[in-house]
């Protein structure tokens, strides 16, 4: 029996912290639609800036948004034009005061989120799946990932039957909580159907203060 767990989920208050940071007692149903509605509308408007997370943080009437791109000079525009326009539409939208902070990712080949939508980028342009798979675990072993597992699920190729194909290079230690697992999913819209793509990228244990304070006093 496959008992599969969420890898962040799984972590979360303990490596990995929460993508929205707020608490309410009467709207909690309507701010988590809110949240799903802000990310949906900041994916599509910045569809091409290789946005990996957005994280929200709310305290009373203001909203503080963290925008994670590979291309933050997209996300920013001309003189900050394009992130004023997206603080006023993101202000029109929840009526609330916004804050928009981008942060910019160094390395997009070893982040999971960004490998699986480039895995099914290239799908959609007709690459094949096993060849898109292959270059992304080698540009991710060689950009410093200490393992990655990249699956693929859906009618592979065009095929008649569904079927489910991995591949998985160096450790991916999934069940180890100090492990910092980078999870991502999307999804090829292909017009044979969809196919959804899922990356594990291994990136090292986290140590604790406790843990570096311990080597410390052995050493």
């Known amino acids: 029996m496959g008992q599969k767990v969420h890898p962040l989920g799984f972590r979360l208050g303990i490596t990995k912290d929460w993508d929205s940071r707020w608490y309410a007692d009467k709207d909690y149903a309507k701010n988590v639609h809110n949240d799903l509605m802000i990310r949906s509308f900041i994916k ?5 800036a290789g946005v990996s997370k957005i994280e ?6 203001n909203l503080k948004v963290d925008i994670y791109s590979a291309r933050p000079g997209i996300v920013i525009g001309r003189k900050g034009q394009e992130v004023d326009k997206l603080k ?17 990712i160094k390395k997009a080949e070893i982040d999971a989120q960004l490998v699986a939508e480039n895995i099914a980028m290239q799908i959609l342009r007709r690459v094949s799946y096993r060849r898109a798979m292959k270059r992304s675990i ?10 990655i597992k990249i699956s ?6 065009g095929a008649e039957i569904a079927r489910t194909e991995w591949f998985r290079e160096g450790r991916v230690p999934l069940h180890t909580l100090k492990a910092d697992i980078d999870y991502g999913f999307a999804e090829a819209k ?3 159907g969809v196919i959804g793509i899922k990356v594990w990228i291994y ?6 203060k406790k843990e570096s304070v311990e ?3 052995k050493q």
């Open 44 to 48: 599509k408007r910045l569809e091409r």
């Open 56 to 61: 929200l943080e709310r305290a009373s009437n």
């Open 88 to 104: 006023n539409d993101l202000r029109r939208l929840t009526g609330k005061i916004v804050t928009v902070n981008i942060h910019e």
């Open 138 to 147: 080698t540009s991710a072993l060689r950009y410093g990932a200490q393992g």
């Open 152 to 157: 693929c699920a859906g009618r592979l190729g």
């Open 190 to 192: 292909a017009s044979y």
């Open 203 to 208: 990136k090292g244990d986290i140590v604790t």
């Open 215 to 217: 080597k410390e006093s």
